[in-house]
């Protein structure tokens, strides 16, 4: 199996990963509206999740060993994929309309960037000095969008693109730590290790505060800007190129554009209608669209107010 099929089959698996995780952590804060953090430590529902969080992050960082950052950063969209037919089911309704489309534009986009962006395993690493760099300029840029204290789309891009970063300085760690030419633990890894869980750390709580001011437009916000800031280091960088010249830049681009599209639609998606014998709220249209993705029932899902958070951010869902 080729490095570059390796990356994508475990950024599938995480993708997966993540989605289940989603799909536990939404539900249960339906059903748990309310509930402390001790009740939810003693809960075994609570504790899968985890585990499925921590096993899909884990598998994030191996396919990042295998693949170039312009390949795995956007697989992670499968995740809003992954979750509407797993949503459905335990809901169990159908997959809708709007649904479909926006999986179809998001998984014909992401194939066209697959096409080109699939390389080699990746083999360069960012020196101590463009770590810090990226870590500067990336401090600013987070700086400026998160100015002020109202949440909104600003807040939701500089998540993204705090997590985007942190993945690319998890490759660097990934790829460094595995090269047996050099100590396993030196002031590089250690160093860059320690930038990673800031910005990890950093993007989560961005996106917490960004969902604030409600969940559709910035988790699409997230979902786009994490691949893009992973991209650009990647490319500048990383020595990481696109296939096929200009035709295969222009390919990109389109299916970039069209998994963005697709990405929106799955986040626009409205709440499931009532069961049969029972008047929908149409004022109800649901503004968190993982609970929506994931189909909750209305019930469950106005036990909670979408605008405030959750203890299961979706906030989990970005990848590092």
Do not use: C
Not at 175 to 185: E, N
Request: aromatic content about 4%.
């Amino acid at each position: 199996m080729s490095a570059a099929l390796t990356a994508v089959v475990l950024s599938l698996f995480s993708a997966v990963a993540y989605a289940a995780a989603a799909v536990a952590q939404e539900r249960l804060a339906a059903r748990s509206a309310g509930t402390g953090l001790l009740r939810l430590l003693g809960s075994g529902a609570w504790w899968g999740s985890v585990t499925l969080n921590a096993a899909a992050a884990l598998l994030h960082v191996v396919a990042l060993k295998y693949g170039p950052l312009t390949v795995v950063q956007p697989l992670g969209a499968l995740t809003l994929v992954a979750a509407v037919p797993m949503g459905a089911r335990l809901a169990g309704r159908r997959v809708g309309a709007l649904e479909w489309r926006g999986t179809g534009f998001t998984l014909l986009g992401l194939g066209a960037i697959l096409v080109t962006a699939s390389g080699p395993a990746p083999d360069d690493v960012l020196s101590v000095p463009e770590a810090l760099a990226v870590a500067g300029a990336t401090a600013a840029l987070i700086g400026t969008l998160s100015w002020g204290a109202r949440p909104g789309l600003r807040h939701a891009t500089a998540s993204g693109v705090a997590s985007g970063v942190a993945s690319a300085l998890t490759q660097t760690v990934t790829v460094a730590a595995t090269d047996r030419s050099g100590p396993l633990l030196s002031m590089q890894v250690v160093g860059v290790a320690l930038l990673v869980a800031v910005f990890a750390t950093g993007g989560l709580l961005l996106s917490q505060t960004a969902y604030r001011g409600g969940l559709g437009a910035p988790l699409a916000v997230v979902t786009l800007a994490n691949p893009v800031a992973a991209a650009v280091i990647g490319v500048a960088l990383l020595g990481e190129r696109l296939q096929g010249g200009a035709l295969g830049a222009l390919l990109a681009l389109a299916g970039a554009g069209l998994a963005a599209w697709g990405v929106v639609l799955l986040t626009r998606v409205n709440a499931p209608a009532a069961p049969v014998g029972e008047e929908r709220d149409d004022t109800a249209e649901e503004a968190h669209p993982v609970a929506a993705v994931l189909a909750l029932d209305p019930a469950g899902a106005s036990a909670e107010p979408a605008l405030v958070p959750r203890p299961a951010d979706p906030g989990r869902l970005t990848p590092l």
